[in-house]
């Protein structure tokens, strides 16, 4: 029977021209039951408000899905086209349930209205119509294709169309043409049927020549979920009114998730001849929220939700929560909620621009202004009290007052009160004030000025010096706009005064900070209140270290920076006093202060001091050589190494008998016996050596036996030769009669037994030297080796 029905649908139009219902029952390209045959009946049918509904077979995701490979023909006027009524829904969602994709490498939109009107497009996810990377902007492809068209409703509450990964949804060329009474409404643009998955677009809406339109509608079911694309809505060249309304950029479904898009534009629109309408919609996580360029008619951004979630969550927008480039007058007001963007409003050549009963907070800044026309006159507070707060302005104007927020930059998160400026410009306003607060300016133009924060006015400052710190000193004649408290403190931050004028306080630096509760507060300069008297302090000093393990230690004063104090007062570090003169001596290592005084009032720590402890110096005999001449007559010592750093050193050599033999830190061409050296540093600390015996080696005068008998026998075997072991240094040769050497050794360490290279030199005569090195002559002699 369903197939007898549709045959008979099919047949319906050539018989007549009433309105028909065409259903498509087949998922292929083309061919009968197809979409494309659907739409060719529907086309034929004539200008009558024919229907095409799906009745496709199938129990998976997969089977719901029609695959173009070429482009569909163009729709005709008058039709409906409802995904909604396929009985199945198996996309995720329950009003999404067919999915129409390109599966060509041909770009072509999904469905193309051109010059045509009265169409209504239903539940249908479209995805892969994208366009070539160089295509121009006139040849791109969208999921929705539309020129000359008007009269098009292109999603609905209950009945949403879908469209992810796409160049766009909607698209109509930037070449002038009009689109007229186009409706927008209840799709999911970037993210899957689900609506809780990414699957952007590069450009969300991508409409031009809109007139009379509305994206999204007059509640919240109306709304667009528009996310995760490269840039959210761009729409140019606008006419005639056009709202924009209730639709979610940047966020899930659920609004438990964003999806942060780096350089996107949630809104874009421009148009100059546009009576634009921005309301109730949420903007989050984009790098612009919301961008208006040149609409010089009229505008109105009203009840928007832009950088922040349902519970005031972060999901700030990375530069401007609202930018206005080159616009007229318009309206950014009446409950918009502007928070977490690096600037809420930027306003670049644009004027009047009125900003009313926002909720703007924890901006980085709030309202920015560049490049304006006329100059916009700051707002600000005077006096503040729990009960009123007042202030001047400018005539004909009025002044609106905000409860501050709780971040930076003194932002107005709750409306208060507007209040009428009086014909001087002055205000009152008559009520309890719980917090801190902060106002903005509208002057008669109709342009409000940024919120006012406090401002510091200290060219009538008095500052009264002290003396000696025996009286005391103020600071007065300094005040702050937009404060309600006053609050001194030092320069390292510890609160001393709670009031508008410091006074009655010692000499010292001190800095103001006045404003609201909360972060909405200035901070001055640091002022000094000085201090007429004499300062004494210390300029010129000597620090004798304590040494010779004994507490003599000494600190002498040389100069001071002003005149010399008559009083003097040393401590050490548990506060005992250890001297009262200019200079204070006999102290052991450790840190010292001085107060000075004249006696009188004047009275000061002058210096602090180090006293360091000087190290003894140590002698190091580890590396001692002690050598002998060659006659024996004379010892000497080298090696020595003297630690310490408190030199230059002093040296002398002492015999047994206390007198001095050297006083150099070497021993030198002494006579052989018994010394110790004495080492005396720049503090005349002194350190011994033990006694070093030299007795030792002034008796080793060589004796060089003038033959050997190498014969095995043990008498008389090597050329024993004694004392060779005080000559480290000496060289012993022995030479044959042909000037040959047969022996050779650096110091006497291995004694000559006849033998050269491990052979037995002959019997004979043989010749020595010995080169003692220094200032003894060499030893020579003849050596004969008897067999």
Known sequence: MRFLSFLLLAILPCLTSNAAIFTVTSN????????????????????????????????DAVDMAITLTEELPPLTSNLVIDGTTQPTALLGSPSIKIRLVRGSA????????????????????????????????????AGIFLRNASHIKIGAPNKQNGFGNNYTSVISPTTPNLQEDITISSNIIGLDPSGMTAAGNAVGIDLSYLRNSTIGGPAAQYGNLISSNADGVSLGALSGTVNFSFNVIGFSVDKSRTFPADQSTGVFAN????????????????????????????????RNVI???????????????????????????????????????????????????????????????????????????????????????LPNSFIELFYDDECPDCQGKIWIATVPTNPDGSWVYNGPLIGGITSTGTNAD????????????????????????????????????????????????????????????????????????????????????????????????????????????????????TEEPSLFEW????????????????LPAGKYMLTASNGQDCSNIAGEFVVPEAVTPSIDLSGLIKNTTCDGRFVSAAGIKIDGTTAPFTYAWINELGSIVGSELELKKAAPGKYFLKVTDRYNCVQTSPLINFTDIGKKVLVVPNSISPNGDGINDTWKIQGADSYTNSDF?????????????????????????????????????????????????SLTIIK
């Not at 990377?133 to 791109?140: G, L, T, W």
């Not at 342009?447 to 000193?473: H, N, V, W, Y």
């Not at 006045?514 to 007429?532: D, E, F, H, L």
């Not at 030479?735 to 037995?760: A, I, P, Q, T």
Request: aromatic share 12%; with cysteine.
């Open 307 to 393: 950088g922040t979630g349902p519970n005031s969550e972060n999901y700030g927008n990375e530069k401007y929560g609202i930018e206005l480039y080159n616009c007229g007058a318009g309206t950014i007001g009446h409950q918009n909620v502007i928070a977490y963007n690096e600037q809420a409003i930027k306003v670049d050549l644009s004027y009047p621009v009125s900003i009313l009963k926002n909720s703007i907070y924890c901006n980085r800044e709030s309202i920015v202004f560049d490049r304006l026309p006329k100059t916009i006159v700051q707002s600000s507070i005077s006096s503040i009290t729990s009960t009123s707060a007042r202030g001047t302005y």
């Open 446 to 561: 109709g342009a409000t000025s940024s919120f006012s924060k406090p401002l510091l006015f200290d060219q009538g400052k008095m500052i009264t010096e002290t003396f000696c710190s025996s009286s005391k000193g103020s600071i007065t004649g300094i005040s702050i706009s937009d404060a309600s408290f006053y609050k001194w403190y030092t320069e390292d931050g510890q609160l001393v005064y709670d009031g508008q004028d410091l006074v009655n306080i010692e000499a010292g630096n001190y800095y103001l900070e006045g404003g609201q509760p909360g972060s909405c507060a200035i901070r001055s300069p640091v002022y000094t209140i000085p201090n007429k008297d004499i300062v004494y302090k210390a300029k010129n000093f000597v620090v004798v270290p304590a040494n010779c393990n004994s507490d003599n230690g000494s600190i002498t004063i040389t100069g001071y920076e």
């Open 733 to 781: 040769s022995v030479f044959n009669r042909y000037g040959e050497r047969v022996f050779y050794s650096r110091g006497y360490v291995l004694e000559f037994d006849g033998s050269m290279k491990n052979g037995h030199l002959p019997a004979g005569v043989y010749y020595y030297v010995i080169d003692l090195k220094g200032d003894c002559p060499n030893l020579t002699g």
């Open 28 to 59: 292929s390209n083309d061919g009968a039951g197809s979409l494309r045959q659907a739409i060719l009946d529907a086309n034929a049918n004539g200008a009558v408000a024919d229907r095409i509904h799906f009745e496709l077979p199938g129990a």
């Open 271 to 302: 148009g100059q001849g546009v009576d634009l309408f921005i309301t109730d919609n949420y903007v989050v996580s984009q790098f612009t929220g919301i961008r208006i360029d040149n609409v010089r008619n009229n505008y109105s951004i009203e």
């Open 106 to 141: 041909t770009w072509f939109s999904g469905l193309v209205l051109d010059g045509v009107s009265n169409i209504e497009i239903y539940g249908i996810y479209f995805s892969n119509f994208l366009s070539q990377r160089s295509a121009p902007s006139d040849e791109r492809k």
């Open 571 to 586: 401590k050490d570090e548990a506060g005992t006093v250890v001297g009262s003169n200019a200079s204070v001596s006999g």
